[in-house]
């Protein structure tokens, strides 16, 4: 059979041609589960700040697909013993690994459901696709969770060096322009062994594991955590905690999506289980019942919702101010009584209350690498060493110190 025939191609500006084998992942592609990642900003509103960072999840999914099909090649060339039912079961999973992020990715992650991580839905998700391809997911559902026997395919589904990070690193480089991300795949993926039912990297791949540190701790400070994606992503929780409020309180709020509208009025908690009734709902939201909402709560009667919706829209963020540790009370005052003249200025409502959609304490965190309970290890001689005990230099280790910052979002006065 010519080649043409078995495999569907998509071009990928990251990883070149992508040939997707015909078949149960294709027709997963297809579904409507898969497809809504089409709908949903990989970087959230990082696109606020890099104005080419408008890739979606799905772009994603397909480009931690190619990077499974390499190495699980490259595990075989090695004579790692992987069954064709573990070879699809490892790329399904990667495909589906991020099928539970709702709108806007991580930026609205606990707005929507309560006690929730996107994880349980990508898992609830699975297990409903499923029961709809007559249990041909079962051995992706072992990878994900990690009960299936052999551990390496997990670690490549997730782990502190997976084909997750790898993908999104390069992807989010790629899109945004920030070059410090750019890291060395090929070799990465070249050197990765099985050792003992691990996955080790070779020592020749030491110094492109190095480098893959290094990026991820860049792209944290420059792009993930950037001041401005990080007042837009307080702002849009403002306004969603706004909404549910308003809901609470039995105000009429306009309609933009009365899916979005569903979530926030009811609430709905994860705790026990994430029901079919939910999955179906949470699996119709996507960025444009988001955008859809903002605009439509512009023209609220609520003077606040109407005013942080604007905002939004036009861009008009709130300022960031920094501090080396927690806020003090001398600092929270001065901000205080400054909110407080400005919204009175505006003519917004500047009571107690009122004054809490307009500053938020919050704090940011960033590890470029977990070692204590995740290690990557470097196969040297027949023998797996930590990799930040066999890296040459010392800085790994002060590159696995979680990096914390304070601060304060409020109004540009």
Not at 178 to 201: A, D, F, H, P
Not at 331 to 359: C, F, R, W
Request: one cysteine or more; charged letters at 25%; proline letters at 3%.
């Amino acid at each position: 059979m010519d080649k043409s025939t078995r495999y569907k191609i998509f071009n990928d500006p990251v990883h070149g041609f992508i040939s997707v084998p015909k078949g149960i992942i294709l027709e997963l592609i297809d579904h409507p589960y898969i497809q809504r990642l089409r709908r949903i900003r990989q970087l959230g509103l990082g696109y606020l700040v890099f104005p080419a960072a408008e890739h979606s999840r799905f772009s994603h999914a397909l480009g931690s697909l190619e990077l499974g099909q390499r190495v699980l090649n490259n595990l075989r060339e090695k004579d790692t013993t992987i069954s064709n039912q573990e070879y699809e079961g490892t790329l399904i999973c990667l495909l589906l690994h991020d099928v539970g992020h709702g709108p806007l990715s991580h930026t609205l992650e606990h707005s929507l459901l309560s006690e929730f991580n996107h994880e349980m839905m990508s898992l609830a998700i699975m297990h409903e696709l499923n029961s709809q391809f007559n249990g041909a997911l079962d051995t992706a559902i072992d990878i994900f969770t990690d009960q299936h026997p052999k551990k390496f395919l997990h670690q490549l589904v997730s782990s502190q060096l997976d084909l997750d990070r790898l993908d999104y690193l390069k992807r989010d480089s790629f899109f945004t322009g920030v070059s410090e991300g750019s890291i060395g795949i090929q070799r990465i993926l070249k050197t990765m062994r099985v050792y003992k039912n691990n996955i080790v990297i070779e020592r020749k791949g030491i110094y492109a594991v190095e480098n893959y540190i290094i990026s991820r701790r860049l792209m944290y400070m420059q792009v993930y955590l950037h001041k401005t994606v990080l007042s837009a992503d307080s702002l849009i929780r403002s306004i969603f905690k706004r909404v549910t409020y308003l809901f609470a309180q039995g105000e009429s709020v306009p309609s933009g999506s009365t899916q979005l509208d569903y979530f926030l009025r009811e609430q709905p908690s994860a705790k026990k289980s994430i029901s079919t009734s939910i999955i179906s709902a949470y699996a119709q939201l996507d960025d444009y019942d988001v955008y859809q909402s903002i605009k439509a709560w512009q023209s609220a009667k609520d003077l606040i919702l109407s005013d942080l919706s604007s905002r939004f829209l036009n861009r008009n963020l709130f300022r960031a101010s920094f501090f080396d540790k927690n806020p003090g009370k001398a600092s929270l005052q001065k901000i205080n009584k400054m909110t407080h003249a400005y919204l009175v200025k505006k003519g917004l409502p500047s009571d107690n209350e009122s004054m809490k959609y307009y500053i938020r304490t919050e704090y940011s965190t960033s590890e470029a690498y977990k070692y204590k309970n995740d290690s990557i290890w470097i196969l040297d001689n027949d023998v797996a060493i930590e990799f930040s005990k066999a890296a040459d230099t010392k800085n790994i280790i002060a590159l696995t110190q979680p990096v914390k910052k304070y601060f304060i979002m409020h109004p540009k006065y």
